[in-house]
């Protein structure tokens, strides 16, 4: 089996704090990193505060795989990020001359003034390589284990994309999932019991309304593994028969 690859996704950003800007990109990255066999294991929404961005990183980066970043590398005074993160990694801080090139090209080929807000978006931490950005042209930047890419979701999307050819992947989750028309009241202790005798599967139970107006739950089981998943998804079906047996015999 292949090693377990994780990730963590930080959120950079006044706005998502106050509510004016919905987030969008965190379940998209949750989609694709599963869809690739890598776990997002933590998620966290910081500020656009010079130290909150820091600790975030270097938190993450030494605990995860991979450590995704979005916002903040705009051309306005509150885009800290490449700053941030470059202090975070002992790091200058600085106008990347590839970066440069690319946006100068492209704001003369749009007769747009390149001025000195517009090259803020070429900096970042000395050494760092470039992520690709189809949209609008100004790259996103990787340094050791961290990827830090724009806000804007298409744009966030678009350097996803370009970054998931570049990382190592691990062995994917496949899932069942049984429907018990009981509620997680009736099931937990049973259910904690065959996660207990199955520590390789993960379980979950989803509670949600029937058309009756009683509860009833979802239970998915994920696992890596097609025998893992077939016993501990046997034992869960179990579990339900049983409990449908003694509803039925009044037990």
Do not use: W
């Amino acid at each position: 089996m292949s090693e377990i690859v994780t990730a963590a996704f930080i959120v950079i950003g006044d706005e998502i704090l106050s509510g004016r800007t919905k987030d969008k990109n965190i379940g998209h990255i949750a989609d694709i990193l599963t869809s690739v066999g890598v776990d997002l294991k933590e998620v966290r929404i910081v500020s656009d505060d010079e130290d909150a961005i820091i600790d975030a990183v270097n938190a993450l980066r030494a605990r995860y795989t991979y450590v995704f970043t979005s916002g903040g590398i705009g051309p306005t005074h509150d885009d800290i990020t490449a700053d941030s993160i470059s202090k975070a990694f002992d790091l200058p801080c600085e106008h990347d001359v590839a970066a440069i090139e690319l946006l100068r090209d492209y704001y003369k080929g749009r007769d747009i003034e390149f001025n000195e807000a517009r090259q803020r978006m070429a900096r970042m931490p000395k050494g760092a390589t470039h992520i690709a950005n189809p949209i609008s042209i100004a790259p996103g930047f990787r340094i050791g284990n961290v990827h830090v890419m724009a806000g804007v979701p298409s744009i966030f999307r678009a350097m996803l994309d370009n970054v998931l050819p570049t990382l190592e992947t691990g062995a994917k989750l496949i899932s069942t999932t049984t429907p018990c028309p009981f509620g997680e009241g009736i099931i937990s202790t049973p259910l904690g019991q065959i996660q207990k005798d199955n520590p390789e599967a993960i379980i979950g139970s989803y509670p949600k309304l029937a058309e009756s107006g009683n509860f009833m739950t979802d239970i998915v089981v994920r696992a890596r593994s097609e025998e893992v998943l077939e016993r501990t998804t046997g034992a869960v079906r179990a579990l339900v028969a049983r409990l449908l047996t003694e509803q039925d015999t009044g037990q």
